[in-house]
Nanobody, 118 residues
Framework: QVQLVESGGGLVQPGGSLRLSCAAS????????MSWYRQAPGKQRELVAT???????NYADSVKGRFTISRDNAKKTVYLQMNSLKPEDTVVYYC????????????WGQGTQVTVSS
């Protein structure tokens, strides 16, 4: 079955950096688009970054130039390098993949908390 396990969250000072990892299993990782979302309490989950099987990427305007999504197909892992972190980046981050033909289904990791505070 599809499993996504995030790691790498924690407490960091404003302007600092963190790298999130998402280890995937249960599907052909290299063939699928992987995404990072984030969600603040009481708010809708927000798409942060996406990386396709081709390696092409997209970012939310709020993180462009600060965050970088990448993937290692050999390790079946997707990463989110977060630089120049701001207090407003303080939320839970989730890894996502949509798998299934002909009925696509969203799969999510358990989430990892990022707290940006001095």
């Amino acid at each position: 079955q599809v499993q996504l396990v995030e790691s790498g969250g924690g407490l960091v000072q404003p302007g600092g950096s963190l790298r999130l990892s998402c280890a995937a299993s249960g599907f052909t990782f290299s063939s699928y688009t992987m995404s990072w979302y984030r969600q603040a309490p009481g708010k809708q989950r927000e798409l942060v970054a996406t990386i396709r099987s081709s390696g092409s990427t997209n970012y939310a305007d709020s993180v462009k130039g600060r965050f970088t999504i990448s993937r290692d197909n050999a390790k079946k892992t997707v990463y989110l390098q977060m630089n120049s972190l701001k207090p407003e980046d303080t939320v839970v981050y989730y890894c996502n993949v949509v798998v299934g033909v002909p009925f696509p289904q969203d799969f999510w990791g358990q989430g990892t908390q990022v707290t940006v505070s001095s």
